[in-house]
């Protein structure tokens, strides 16, 4: 997609200004919160502007969420934890033999730190959350996941006939005290994922979730689309398709971030979206003139921008008339991308 320099865009708004040259260097810094703001503006008027829109991409589901650990066990061990991937028996506090082809779930906070806090079967059958396990993970060639740093057992399933799923234990011993884990089921789509492994990087921020279905879609087949709704966690699915289910496919537009130059505005090869900046420079010259109190001639330089804005907006309006990307067809039976 084509792009601007912040340094163009600089100089075609102090052309507009009209200062013949440069701006002074409070003036300068005054353009440049009027610049991000109106890029924020612009970035805002659409949900799927094809630069920051992001389609159906996979991403983990917080499955679980542990509460009730206090410092006679590990704070660490209370947050929301993900689906890590199979057992491949290398994972065991101690550095014993854990219980392969089992499931093995991560913290999600703790993704980017030098430890993280783990749940899974140990070799008795028994869950565990262990905490301190340092993150040397490793996938093998068959997809199973290896994690061959000890860490420490907070707390162990005490049930006589052990679980199959974590939210079906009754009793859990820990390491010290009377802590009592408590565990809650979750299925939400969390803002922020780093990688599954050590070595992954991590995926774009959620600005706005738009969509989410259970398989990919916008490929070949429909999918179940869920309904869901946002909170300051992420978004919670309703009525999920399958318990079973780690992750879902969603739809959406990547977080705002503004502009961080500070100086030598003029000489920037900071880009800027060309599809925002013929709006960005006539709205911020439109800022300028009402700080002069010139408000006639900055309602018809707003106009300009406005005019600019609205033909890049057209074109989105003329994609999403032809695709599916942003809309939903309603069933009696459910709401699928076709």
Do not use: C
């Amino acid at each position: 997609m084509q792009t601007r320099t912040y340094g163009d865009l600089f100089k075609i708004t102090s052309a507009l200004i009209g200062t013949g040259g440069q701006l002074d260097v409070t003036e300068q810094d005054q353009l440049s919160h009027f610049i991000n703001r109106r890029f924020q503006q612009a970035f805002d008027e659409s949900p799927v502007w094809p630069r920051y829109f992001v389609p159906s991409e996979e991403r983990a589901l917080a499955l679980y969420e542990l509460s009730g650990a206090t410092a006679s066990t590990s704070t660490s061990v209370n947050g929301k934890y993900k689906f890590m991937g199979i057992n491949s028996g290398n994972a065991e506090a101690g550095g014993a033999i854990a219980k392969a082809d089992t499931n093995i779930y991560r913290e999600i906070s703790a993704a980017g730190n030098a430890t993280a806090t783990y749940i899974y079967k140990n070799t008795s059958n028994a869950w565990v959350v262990a905490t301190g396990i340092s993150a040397t993970d490793a996938r093998s060639a068959d997809g199973k996941i290896s994690i061959h740093e000890a860490g420490t057992v907070q707390f162990t399933e005490a049930d006589t006939n052990k679980n199959d799923a974590i939210e079906n234990v009754q009793t859990w011993t820990p390491r010290s005290g009377s802590n009592l884990l408590s565990i809650e089921v979750k299925n939400i789509v969390p803002y922020t994922e780093e990688g599954i492994l050590t070595g992954e990087s991590a995926k774009d921020t959620i600005g706005d979730f738009n969509r989410i279905h259970r398989k990919q879609a916008f490929l070949n087949n429909s999918s179940l689309e869920y309904e869901f709704f946002v909170d300051f966690d992420g978004a919670n699915i309703l009525n999920i398709a399958n318990t079973n289910d780690t992750s879902a496919f969603v739809s959406y537009k990547k977080q705002f971030t503004p502009f961080t130059v500070t100086s030598d505005y003029y000489n920037s090869t900071v880009e800027v979206p060309g599809e925002f900046f013929n709006y960005i420079a006539h709205a911020v010259y439109a800022d300028f003139l009402r700080v002069q109190n010139r408000q006639e001639q900055a309602l018809a330089e707003e106009q300009v921008a406005q005019t600019y804005l609205a033909l890049e907006l057209e074109k989105i309006d003329i994609r999403s008339n032809n695709n599916t990307i942003n809309k939903r067809f309603s069933t009696y039976v459910n709401r699928q991308s076709r």
